[in-house]
């Protein structure tokens, strides 16, 4: 389980850390800062898959998504003085990281490299991001003692009884440690890592229109995950089904839609979810669904399903969904979060009411992130990021 999350540099994040719990949810006004946390979390997650430089790239590259203030805001400032006239010295860094108390923690500090060669035929990819550190660590935070794994430019170490082992010094700049086909791929403490942050599962604005994947009949196979776009509905709820979460999801549904159930049903080997509501003679596919009823059921897959991640986040889960469908959704939440950590981000006051749990509230002060109530720094949990 995640029992600490740190952010430095990303979009409206200046520097925050948060502790996380089996169910937490994070909520705040429009415009401060849910989003931001959320996407620095996928990228956190892409690092575990080797993919943060390329995810990066996707946004723009690490000049449009880092920290746009000043490194620091002064008590002038936080008076109400002007902002202009601030600059930068020092590095551009973005830093993305997470602790566990009984468990492996990483950390990765993406920058900008040092220009080389000519300065007058200047490279084209000098403003390409670049991993400068990343560590793996024991415990919550990565403090020097508690390293296991150390990688800095293109040299990989590992700490043991004996002191430090080199593992590799060839890492490309855009390379992570974590990359499996690295000298320290083999790494135990790396494998673990690794193994932990690709089980995490993001969900996020499912498609519910007409022309959905979900809405279509698909030849079914065994499917123990939700594919992103949910096309594999059907046959990831009858997997579910037939691994024991029958009694769940029969629960599920009838709480939400007035005791109605849920039967897959297969024609030339393709399957499709079909719902069976009081008053109606003949069931009701996919296809016919309302956004709502669809998105609950395909919330419904995601929570259900028989690979059960380390992490489970559901970004603004109510898109789509009556107030009706709050309760229902954030009790089948709250069973989800007894078997694996959920994070759930969302302005829907109800529905934060509803699912209790362990809750940040954001807000915005002077254009940075911050969690309500916190006076400043020395409020955040403790979290030592490694100097360069």
Do not use: C
């Amino acid at each position: 389980m995640i029992d600490r999350l740190a952010i430095e540099g990303y979009r409206s994040i200046r520097s925050l850390v948060v502790e996380l719990a089996p169910l937490t949810v994070v909520t705040g006004r429009n415009g401060t800062g849910k989003s931001s946390l959320y996407r620095a979390l996928r990228l956190l997650a892409a690092a575990g898959q080797a993919r943060a430089v390329a995810e990066l790239a996707a946004d723009g590259g690490l000049d449009a998504v880092r920290w746009a203030g000043p490194e620091t805001i002064s008590r002038a400032v936080r008076e109400g003085g002007p902002t202009q006239g601030l600059r930068r010295s020092g590095p551009v860094a973005l830093k993305l990281g997470f602790g566990a108390a009984d468990g492996l923690g990483y950390a990765i500090d993406l920058g900008l490299p040092v220009p080389q060669g000519d300065p007058q035929h200047p490279s084209m990819f000098d403003r390409d991001p670049i991993i400068k550190q990343e560590h793996v660590f024991a415990g919550l935070d990565p403090r020097p003692a508690g390293v296991l794994i150390e990688r800095r430019g293109q040299l990989a170490r590992a700490s043991g009884d004996s002191g430090w082992r080199e593992l590799t010094r060839g890492l490309a700049p855009w390379t992570s440690v974590l990359d499996e086909h690295t000298g320290a791929a083999d790494a135990p403490e790396i494998a673990g890592v690794r193994r932990t942050m690709r089980s995490w599962r993001f969900h996020d604005a499912f498609r519910t229109d007409p022309g959905a994947p979900a809405r279509q009949p698909h030849v079914g196979t065994r499917s123990p995950r939700l594919d992103d776009d949910g096309g594999n509905l059907a046959a990831v709820l009858r997997t579910s089904i037939e691994a024991g979460f029958d009694r769940e999801i029969a629960r599920a549904v009838a709480d939400a839609f007035d005791g109605s159930g849920l039967e897959i049903a297969v024609h030339d080997g393709r399957m499709t979810p079909v719902l069976h509501q009081r008053g109606i003679l003949r069931t009701l596919s996919a296809a016919e669904l309302s956004d709502g009823t669809l998105q609950y059921l395909l919330l419904v897959a995601a929570l259900t399903s028989v690979e059960q991640p380390s992490l489970i986040v559901l970004n603004e889960p109510e898109r789509s969904l009556h107030v009706e469908l709050l309760a229902p959704l954030a009790a089948m939440v709250r069973r989800a979060a007894e078997r694996t950590q959920v994070l759930v981000v969302t302005h829907q006051q109800q529905l934060v009411g509803e699912l209790g749990g362990s809750r940040i509230d954001l807000e915005k002060q002077h254009g940075e992130t911050i969690v309500s109530g916190r006076e400043g720094l020395l409020d955040q949990p403790p979290w030592h990021w490694p100097k360069r």
